[in-house]
């Protein structure tokens, strides 16, 4: 239960704030059709890329479906950033309003509903039959959080309607440029990840250090810029007169006044509980701890495969061949959340032969217990797991016979 609440929490977060706001504020400027078109078509993408992700695999790399659908992306939430903020300043842009909004609820819902029409079909794994305990669960927490993030996006939606224009838009422009930021950091791993990139020594450093450090840091401020334009609702609210021309009035006017509060309280409980869907979840996932076991792989003609579809699930993986001497060499395997895959020896440089437990989305040497970013698996430094050279090709992930014999010596 708690990791499809989690999940689809963490997957639905962004897009349902982006998608209130941005409905919110232009609901009147942008034609409704191109709305509905773009959602339309970013709903179909993203169903049928994880149709064929679930039944032919091979015939759609998951990283490149993300890149391809995230450069566009960023560039066209900078464009809702500047269009946004200039909005109160010039008044024909129409033509650009509805192409902007068009391309970014198509690109945002093609990424990110994707993993969410996947996870249905998980829901048997592992088990005999719908009968099961386990299942409900599964599909309480997978439903518990789409009603949740539903509600915040309907709830943005209408206060952003009503907000003061001055702290909307400011809010509205923020928000937009953090998630653009958080995109763009996913760009970069995966680059860093399929090695698209080189090490540009401390650039990479810093990057990796955003990657790793900046999502929870930008979670919060969203959550607060979105709290604001609720509060500034409200502050408006308490500061309008109650009284009309007649007492029909006067009670329509109260109406309106209670409805607007209550929606500014509804999108500030929907926050908090996907704050505490999301770290309370995680936390509670923390209690149990489960070591991945060792798997003996042997090799064909000098190269081990895997298929990378082994990998989705994002979780550890731990490994083991022996070479030639009779040596065991293990390795680790785990995809990372922002996309690419971190392989190393599962060992580091400092507590040698160790290895590592997964707990809480990191991994963890069991020597000093120091939590590592699944993100950074793959590069030097640290109690980092120890890299050695890999290869994707074809949805396949292969590993040289001749990297894990050259390691043989640090498991002696």
């Given at each position: 239960m708690l990791h499809y609440l989690v999940n689809v929490t963490d997957t639905l977060f962004f897009p349902a704030v982006l998608?209130?706001?941005?409905?919110?504020?232009?609901?009147?400027?942008?034609k409704g059709k191109a709305m509905l078109i773009g959602a339309a078509l970013g709903a179909t993408i993203a169903l049928a890329a994880a149709l064929i992700r679930q039944f032919e695999p091979k015939a759609l790399t998951r990283e490149y479906y993300d890149l391809a659908i995230l450069i566009p992306m960023v560039v066209f939430l900078m464009a809702l950033a500047i269009v946004t903020a200039l909005r109160l300043h010039i008044e024909k842009i129409s033509v650009a309003s509805n192409i902007v909004v068009f391309a970014v609820l198509l690109l945002t819902l093609a990424y990110s509903?994707?993993?969410?029409?996947?996870?249905?079909?998980?829901f048997l794994n592992g088990l005999d039959s719908f009968y099961d305990k386990?299942?409900?669960?599964?599909?309480?927490?997978?439903?518990?959080?789409?009603?949740i993030l539903l509600t915040l996006c309907g709830a943005v939606y209408s206060v952003s309607r009503g907000a003061p224009t001055e702290i909307l838009v400011f809010c509205a422009v923020s928000i937009t440029l953090l998630i653009a930021f958080d995109k763009l950091l996913?760009?970069?791993?995966?680059?860093?990840?399929?090695?698209?990139l080189p090490d540009?020594?401390?650039l990479t450093s810093a990057i990796f250090f955003l990657i790793s450090n900046s999502q929870s840091v930008i979670f919060y401020l969203v959550c607060g810029l979105t709290a604001l334009i609720s509060l500034s609702l409200y502050l408006w609210d308490r500061m309008q007169a109650q009284e009309g021309a007649n007492p029909a009035i006067t009670r329509k006017l109260i109406a309106d006044s209670r409805r607007r509060r209550r929606l500014s309280f509804l999108t500030v409980f929907s926050l908090f509980l996907a704050a505490l869907s999301l770290n309370g979840g995680a936390w509670l996932s923390e209690q149990n701890i489960e070591l991945s076991p060792l798997i003996e792989v042997k090799d064909i003609d000098g190269v081990i495969s895997f298929s990378l579809d082994e990998f989705d699930d994002g979780h550890l993986r731990r490994y083991v061949y022996k070479t030639k001497n009779g040596i065991d060499v293990k390795f680790l395997i785990i995809k990372k959340k922002r996309g690419g895959y971190g392989v190393g020896l599962d060992a580091c440089e400092i507590c040698g032969v160790a290895g590592y437990y997964e707990k809480n989305d990191r991994v963890i040497c069991s020597r000093c217990s120091v939590a590592i970013n699944i993100a950074t698996i793959g590069f030097y430094g640290g109690c980092n797991p120890i890299p050695f050279p890999y290869e994707i090709t074809n949805s396949m992930l292969h590993i040289y016979i001749s990297a894990l014999e050259k390691e043989e010596n640090r498991f002696r």
């Amino acid at each position: 239960m708690l990791h499809y609440l989690v999940n689809v929490t963490d997957t639905l977060f962004f897009p349902a704030v982006l998608i209130g706001v941005v409905l919110g504020i232009y609901a009147g400027s942008v034609k409704g059709k191109a709305m509905l078109i773009g959602a339309a078509l970013g709903a179909t993408i993203a169903l049928a890329a994880a149709l064929i992700r679930q039944f032919e695999p091979k015939a759609l790399t998951r990283e490149y479906y993300d890149l391809a659908i995230l450069i566009p992306m960023v560039v066209f939430l900078m464009a809702l950033a500047i269009v946004t903020a200039l909005r109160l300043h010039i008044e024909k842009i129409s033509v650009a309003s509805n192409i902007v909004v068009f391309a970014v609820l198509l690109l945002t819902l093609a990424y990110s509903l994707t993993d969410i029409f996947i996870y249905p079909f998980e829901f048997l794994n592992g088990l005999d039959s719908f009968y099961d305990k386990e299942f409900a669960l599964r599909v309480f927490g997978y439903a518990a959080a789409l009603l949740i993030l539903l509600t915040l996006c309907g709830a943005v939606y209408s206060v952003s309607r009503g907000a003061p224009t001055e702290i909307l838009v400011f809010c509205a422009v923020s928000i937009t440029l953090l998630i653009a930021f958080d995109k763009l950091l996913s760009v970069l791993s995966i680059f860093y990840s399929r090695k698209m990139l080189p090490d540009y020594g401390w650039l990479t450093s810093a990057i990796f250090f955003l990657i790793s450090n900046s999502q929870s840091v930008i979670f919060y401020l969203v959550c607060g810029l979105t709290a604001l334009i609720s509060l500034s609702l409200y502050l408006w609210d308490r500061m309008q007169a109650q009284e009309g021309a007649n007492p029909a009035i006067t009670r329509k006017l109260i109406a309106d006044s209670r409805r607007r509060r209550r929606l500014s309280f509804l999108t500030v409980f929907s926050l908090f509980l996907a704050a505490l869907s999301l770290n309370g979840g995680a936390w509670l996932s923390e209690q149990n701890i489960e070591l991945s076991p060792l798997i003996e792989v042997k090799d064909i003609d000098g190269v081990i495969s895997f298929s990378l579809d082994e990998f989705d699930d994002g979780h550890l993986r731990r490994y083991v061949y022996k070479t030639k001497n009779g040596i065991d060499v293990k390795f680790l395997i785990i995809k990372k959340k922002r996309g690419g895959y971190g392989v190393g020896l599962d060992a580091c440089e400092i507590c040698g032969v160790a290895g590592y437990y997964e707990k809480n989305d990191r991994v963890i040497c069991s020597r000093c217990s120091v939590a590592i970013n699944i993100a950074t698996i793959g590069f030097y430094g640290g109690c980092n797991p120890i890299p050695f050279p890999y290869e994707i090709t074809n949805s396949m992930l292969h590993i040289y016979i001749s990297a894990l014999e050259k390691e043989e010596n640090r498991f002696r």
